[in-house]
């Protein structure tokens, strides 16, 4: 997972020695990767985590393609890592990969004050804006309209749930009778919980957090944290404040099994049974097969979100520093078409964010046997198809992180008032958009 406003995403790959020796020795970008002896032309591409070109064998195929052109890949596991470098090496002008990753979390900052120092890649040849989603398009593009990254994957949100669980507590088990349950509207999910707690199996819950929840909730509203003038409104904001309202019932009415996500409590509460439903995008279903293990094999399924929200993604660009631009270029327009884009989802399930990929066998005919044979292609890209166009903000991870990191977390874990959450939780915030 390649997010930076809850885990980094992808995490369930991200601890493979092989990616770990990378990030060691690759660190940063080699300046001196360029033209070898032989006369060929190694374009590096800088990434953070798995972006899953190497495993799905772009790489190997554009080399092939391309006789002449060698790619070197330089990946860093963590965008908290990874994004501060790319920062540096930009205000340097060197240090630069020729291809560089930017995290949907971080490219509002890029588009509004790093904009200058990427090339525009929306005239580049093979690009066509109406080839991706349009609110991907307009993530990386700036107000005068250059694209400073072209758009990878998404995360569309759906619900993973336990069936087992489910069937215990008197509840449907079939995906399309449980997307009838909470369809349009995720107060239905928690009147669900509720219905839930009362025939409970021994020792569960509902949902994993109510930080998850309110994560869930808010990432399906276009303004969250700022409105589309750059204005913050966290304050008062329809998507912060139903998405508290719901979490906050949620962690009250002890539907929640009170876990901070990505930590290894949560990890245990998969293969344990802890809870029956979780909020899942595409890149989470590895994460959840590892953690439950072979004992959940067929009891997790998948169904659709009660609104459509965006969980991670990402862009590539290329530096005007970068050493081989013409090249780096025809590289990022190539990695990201959708052709390549559908590869990559049946490498690892990344759902693409050009609608073209989504009828291509490898998206359209996707189905998930871990989670009971799902169309996980067919589900998730339903749920992109309906993504709003979401507006974002130079702050937005520390924002999301001060409400489900510091204000909920004090009302689920610590037992505080939800008036002395909120408070703790606008502190925060305060804190973060005057630093």
Known sequence: MR???TPPRKLVILTTVAALGAALLAGCADDSAGDDAEGETTVTVGTFGV?????????KEYEKLHPGVKIKENVIERNDAYYPQLLTHLAAGSGLSDVQAIEVGNINEVVTTQADKFEDLSHAEGVDKSRWLDWKWAQ??????????????IGPTAMC???DLFRKAGLPTQREQVGRLWAGDWRKYVDTGASYMKKAPQGTVFMDSAAGLFSAVYNGYAERFYDSGGK???????????AWSLAIRAAEEKMTARLKQFEKPWDQAFANGRFATVACAPWMLGYIKEKAGAAAEDKWDVAPAPRPGN??????????AAKHKAEAVKLAVWLSAPEQQAKVFAAQASIPSTPAAYDLPEVKNARNPYFGDAPTGRIFSAAARRIPTLVLGPKDQQIGNAFTDIGILQVEQQGKSPAAGWRAALKEVESAVDG
Do not use: H, M, N
Not at 51 to 59: D, I, P, T
Not at 311 to 320: A, D, E, H, I, L
């Open 3 to 5: 997010s930076g406003s």
């Open 51 to 59: 972006f899953g070109y190497q495993q799905a064998g772009l790489y």
């Open 140 to 153: 990386a593009t700036t107000e005068d309209g250059r694209t400073v990254g072209l758009g990878t994957d």
């Open 161 to 163: 749930y336990r069936k």
């Open 232 to 242: 913050l409104i966290y304050r008062d904001s329809p998507a912060v404040k139903t």
């Open 311 to 320: 969980w991670g993604g990402s862009f590539v660009g290329v530096p005007k």
